[in-house]
């Protein structure tokens, strides 16, 4: 009866009352989800897509708490679900059991913020690097929105430093492709789970696949950033530009 009680009281709310609304108001990962997708963007302190980060599962630290899961049916989650294979999407794989030799993590010093996937740093011993953010595609700035938003998330995660760079290669523009991490944050998988970006999977086989795949799942699931947009893939969209 408590329950049903807070539900009539909720729905009695003014439409401007969400915005009122603390985290410590809901019970659920779903009932702020529901508040934050009504504007009540206070909740979502570190603007990476995700409200109330002691209800809602963190982007990359794996020390908070996952959200709350739903009874399972007899549904086979094996499959890709209908939405998934009309947008080409596949589930995520599960981890590999065979262990990566770990890659050390550079400091450096943030520069400047390019668009939603590139910055600039300087290292320790002086060094001017562009970092292309592995794994990773954010919308490019000439696909409006969702490009801005991109590269406000991204220079709002990096702002606080000092970063590391876990570089994995050099990519045909000379850019350093690496991981990027603020704290023990990793920010190219914030990036997805927040809905900043999509999961590159032509390159994706450097980092933790499911991962970032479970990262993108989850984004697409509650309706974070591109997935609200409706954007197109930044690869398809610099393809569709090249025919032209």
Known sequence: MRAIGLL???LALPLGA???????????????????????TKLDRDRDGIPCESLCSGSGGGSKSKPTKTKRSSVDRSQP????????????????????????????????VGDGDTIRVSTRSGQRLTIRL????????????????????LAEMVKSGPLEIKT????????TVAEVFVSGKNVNLALVRGGHAFAYRKYLSQCDQAAYLGAEAWAQQY??????????????????????
């Not at 969400?18 to 009540?40: H, L, V």
């Not at 592995?134 to 998330?153: H, K, N, S, V, Y």
């Not at 997935?227 to 032209?244: H, V």
Request: hydrophobic letters at 30%; proline letters at 8%.
């Open 223 to 244: 309706g974070q950033g591109v997935w609200r947009y409706g954007t197109e893939r930044p690869w398809e969209f610099r393809q569709r530009r090249r025919e032209k």
């Open 134 to 153: 592995a794994c990773i595609d954010a919308p490019e700035m000439a696909q409006g929105l969702a490009g801005q938003d991109a590269r406000a998330a």
């Open 81 to 112: 679900s209908s939405v998934q294979q009309q947008q080409g999407l596949s589930s995520p794989p599960r981890p590999s059991p065979v262990a990566k030799v770990p890659v050390p993590r550079q400091p450096a010093t943030l520069a400047s």
């Open 8 to 10: 009539f009281l909720f």
């Open 168 to 175: 994995q290669t050099s990519d045909k523009y000379g850019r």
């Open 18 to 40: 969400n915005a009122q609304q603390r985290c410590s108001d809901f019970r659920t990962c779903e009932e702020a989800m529901e508040s934050f997708r009504n504007g009540n």
